[in-house]
């Protein structure tokens, strides 16, 4: 049985950034626990690949998650640098098609600034200073955000985890936590390969995952989550360029977690459409309905004997579901959806889909979306959950936060012993 200081549940790219920053700045133990073959391999490679500028965030809401993004924003752009990883800055269109939506806008004009960006980096546009930019895109204004770059984060993740194994820190693979116990003011969890770790502290980033691991630790025992599958279409290369900045419109349903389509430029010089919002059983089901169907079943009576059921009796929702549905089993009624804004893109242009991700809202007792990420301390340990959208971008300056919360509860030391490191901690407030 090994013991270690800290255990990170979840190689994702937060966890493996939580583990870079404590292995860099202190000599203690480290592991990272993670139930795939390596780090990285669900929401930090399934997801567009933007570093986002978090002009769109409300700073009163979302404050921390849009700090984080800011800084992490040329946080990761020295990391590509020093790592030779593909960074490329594209820009973004965030289109309204009409007065409302334009008032939108007009709000981000002042969040932007609110949440650390330079006010030259965004500019309003009218419907006719867009077309000059895209000719292909109609709208009735934008904001052109220049900053907005696209990357791999899988890559991003990887060798975030060499970096880390260079600190110290134990990656455990094919290692799933099944049950935790707390023996002598200690966690034991044990994993699914009958091992067993002693940890003096656990820190849990487990992504779709992280409320089944706090329920371990009898944590929001009457909360739940519903998984939601982020479908994606690959434009044929000849009409790749079509737009040749990320085209994103405002969208059109605050309270819920369901984004309206974009049109995604990537690292690889691929374009794409998507995403939409397919509610599946488990935070794996990239493909089909059901999956297995044990999960299915298991996840289909946690709906209905929880909380979470208050959903179904919400019509706006309910409407909502039916119409991601259909855009999921139907190409055209996606593509009528991209068309609002980019008129002249057609089901024919697409025949590959693209990668899926999953986004794993929590779900209130009362049965409402949990808008921003959660943090809760539970024995020996600290979680982080809902930890979604700008979550890629914003890893590196929120896990340092993270850090600097441990310090001020004393699970930290506040002096620490810095080792060579990619970022500086003294940067990050």
């Not at 990656?171 to 044990?190: D, G, M």
């Not at 999953?358 to 949990?370: A, E, L, N, Y």
Request: include cysteine; charged fraction near 25%; charge should be neutral.
């Amino acid at each position: 049985m090994e013991k270690y200081d800290f255990a990170i549940i979840g190689g994702g790219l937060l966890g493996t950034s939580i583990s870079y920053w404590i292995s860099s700045l202190y000599d203690v133990k480290i592991v990272v626990i993670e139930k795939e073959s390596d780090v990285g391999m669900h929401t930090s490679s399934r997801n567009t690949g933007v570093v986002h500028s978090p002009f769109y965030l409300n700073p009163d809401k979302k404050g921390k998650i849009a700090r984080a993004a800011f800084l992490s924003h040329e946080m990761w752009k020295i990391f590509a640098q020093k790592k030779n990883l593909p960074y490329k800055t594209v820009g973004t269109l965030e289109v309204a098609l009409d007065e409302a939506q334009h008032k939108v806008l007009e709000k981000y004009l002042v969040w932007g600034p609110k949440n650390g960006m330079n006010e030259n980096d965004m500019e309003l546009l009218d419907g006719t200073d867009v077309k000059k930019r895209e000719p292909n895109v109609e709208s009735y204004s934008a904001i052109f955000c220049k900053t907005d770059s696209v990357v791999d984060y899988g890559a991003f993740t990887r060798k975030l985890k060499e970096e880390s194994q260079k600190n110290g820190t134990k990656f455990l693979v094919n290692s799933k936590v099944e049950t935790v116990e707390n023996i002598n003011n200690e966690t034991v969890l044990t994993l699914s390969n009958t091992k067993q770790t002693h940890s003096r502290y656990v820190i849990n980033c487990a992504g779709g995952y992280s409320l089944d691991i706090a329920k371990k630790f009898g944590l929001l025992t009457d909360y739940g989550s519903l998984h939601f599958r982020g479908e994606y279409w690959i434009a044929e290369k000849e009409y790749a360029n079509l737009a040749r900045t990320n085209i994103y419109s405002v969208p059109n349903y605050q309270d819920f977690p369901f984004l309206d389509p974009h049109w995604i430029l990537r690292v690889d010089g691929k374009s794409e459409i998507g995403p939409n919002a397919v509610p599946v059983p488990s935070p794996e089901t990239y493909s089909g309905y059901v999956g297995d169907i044990e999960v299915f079943i298991s996840k289909l009576s946690e709906v209905l004997t929880t909380n979470t059921r208050k959903l179904l009796f919400n019509p706006d929702f309910m409407s909502l579901v039916s119409k991601e549905w259909l855009s999921s089993v139907s190409k055209s009624v996606m593509i009528e959806r991209v068309q609002r804004f980019l008129p002249k893109v057609k089901p024919e242009f697409f025949s590959e889909r693209g990668t899926a991700g999953i986004r794993t809202p929590i779900i209130t007792p009362d049965g409402k979306f949990v808008s921003d990420a959660m943090e809760l301390e539970g024995p020996n340990s600290y979680h982080i959950l809902n930890y979604n959208s700008p979550g890629a971008t914003g890893a590196p300056a929120y896990s340092a936060y993270l850090i600097q919360t441990l310090q001020e509860k004393g699970i930290l030391d506040k002096r620490t012993k810095p080792k060579d490191s990619i970022w500086n901690f003294e940067n990050i407030k």
